[in-house]
């Protein structure tokens, strides 16, 4: 009978033994598992960290983009202010030189007009004025 018993509890002893081993040996595999998740998560980190920097660095050039087309904005406004104020300049240049070439012509027809009145008489000089307004 107690050899029984001790067979009993050797086959218990046995069993309950092989139960921790297996035990154990998932205790390995979940801390070999876990290590492994570790060194996984620790690389995504460092991966989101590079990410977030590249975006800072991409945000900063965005943001000197805007500031130099802004800038530029700037300076073509300033320049087509300038040239239409060069224009308009350019405009009442052309019309007082179109006045005083008229008032030139005008000069050199009154010119020719007493000219003609020196050396014709009336006669010449009402002909002459007549002609000046006919064109």
């Known amino acids: 009978q107690d050899h029984q018993d001790l067979l009993a509890r050797m086959e218990s002893g046995q069993v309950e033994l092989e139960q921790l081993r297996e035990a154990e040996g998932e205790r390995a595999a979940q801390q070999e598992r876990s290590s492994q998740l570790e060194k996984e998560v620790a690389g995504l980190r460092e991966k989101i960290h590079h990410l977030d920097d590249m975006l800072k660095s991409q945000q900063r050039k965005v943001r000197q983009m805007i500031e ?3 800038n530029s904005k700037s300076v073509i ?11 308009e300049r350019v405009s009442y240049l052309e ?6 070439g008229n008032l030139e012509m005008h000069d050199r027809i009154e010119h020719l007009i007493e ?9 010449a000089r009402a002909r002459s004025k007549s002609e000046y307004v006919s064109r």
């Open 95 to 100: 019309a007082e030189v179109g006045i005083l």
């Open 77 to 87: 406004q300033a320049k087509d202010a300038a040239i239409q104020e060069l224009k």
């Open 68 to 70: 130099q087309l802004q």
């Open 115 to 123: 000219k003609q009145v020196s050396r014709g008489g009336s006669s």
